[in-house]
C-alpha cells in the first residue's frame, strides 16, 4: 500500500513538474513574440526577441514550440549581426594601460573586413597585424551556452573573438576580447578580446579601443 501511495506521489510530481516546465516554455515564446512585435518600431527589441526564443527553445528542443524558436532564432540572428557591424563600423585606437608604450594599435571594421594595424611612435610606417573578412562563428544551437556566442568573429587561425561596445561620456569603446584562441582553448566565457602579441591587460583577455573615426 505505501508503495503504491509512494509511486502515485511521484507520478503526481514528475506531471506537475512537466506542466511547469511548458507553461515555462509558453511564457517565454509568448514574450519573444511580444518584444518581436515591438521591434517593427525599435529594432532593439530584437535583442528581447532572441533571448526570449532562445529560452524557450531550451526549455523543450522537440516540441512545437521549440521547433518554432528555433526557426525564429535563425531569423533573427543575421539582422542583429548586420546590425552589430554597422555600429562597429569605422576606426578604433587602442586605449593602452602601459605609459612607456611605443606604438599604437588599430582596429578598422568595415561591412565586410576587419583590419588590425599597429604604428610604432618613432615610424610612420604601419604594421598589418590581421586583415580579414568578417565571418560570424557558426556552431549548432544546442551547443549553445549563451546568446552572445552568436555575435563572436571566427578568424582564420581559428580564433574566436567577440566585441563589446560601450559609450562612455560623449566616447564610444569598442571591447576586443579573445573568447577561445588558437588551440581551441576558452579563456573566459562572458565578455572576452584580441590580446596584442598574447599580452594580459584589463580583464585578462580584454583591450579597450576608443573610436578615432
Excluded: C
Amino acid at each position: 500500500m505505501k508503495k503504491n501511495i509512494l509511486l502515485i506521489i511521484l507520478l503526481v510530481s514528475l506531471n506537475m513538474f512537466s506542466q511547469n516546465k511548458n507553461d515555462e516554455q509558453s511564457n517565454n515564446f509568448n514574450e519573444a513574440e511580444n518584444f518581436l512585435k515591438l521591434s517593427k518600431q525599435d529594432n532593439i527589441n530584437l535583442y528581447g526577441a532572441i533571448n526570449y526564443f532562445f529560452m524557450a527553445y531550451f526549455h523543450n528542443t522537440e516540441n512545437n514550440l521549440g521547433i518554432i524558436s528555433k526557426n525564429k532564432i535563425d531569423s533573427i540572428k543575421p539582422i542583429i549581426r548586420s546590425i552589430l557591424v554597422s555600429k562597429w563600423n569605422g576606426k578604433w585606437k587602442r586605449v593602452n594601460p602601459n605609459p612607456s608604450s611605443k606604438g599604437d594599435t588599430f582596429i578598422e571594421i568595415s561591412n565586410n573586413k576587419l583590419l588590425v594595424s599597429s604604428i610604432l611612435s618613432d615610424s610612420s610606417e604601419r604594421k598589418i597585424i590581421l586583415n580579414e573578412k568578417i565571418k560570424f562563428h557558426e556552431s549548432k544551437l544546442e551547443n549553445t551556452l549563451v546568446v552572445d556566442e552568436f555575435w563572436d568573429f571566427e578568424l582564420s587561425n581559428k580564433e574566436i573573438w567577440y566585441f563589446v561596445m560601450t559609450e562612455e561620456i560623449n566616447k564610444e569603446f569598442l571591447y576586443m576580447i579573445l573568447r577561445t584562441d588558437r588551440n581551441g582553448i576558452t579563456w573566459i566565457k562572458h565578455r572576452p578580446v584580441y590580446r596584442d602579441e598574447r599580452e594580459v591587460n584589463i580583464y585578462k583577455n580584454e583591450i579597450k579601443y576608443e573610436r578615432v573615426k
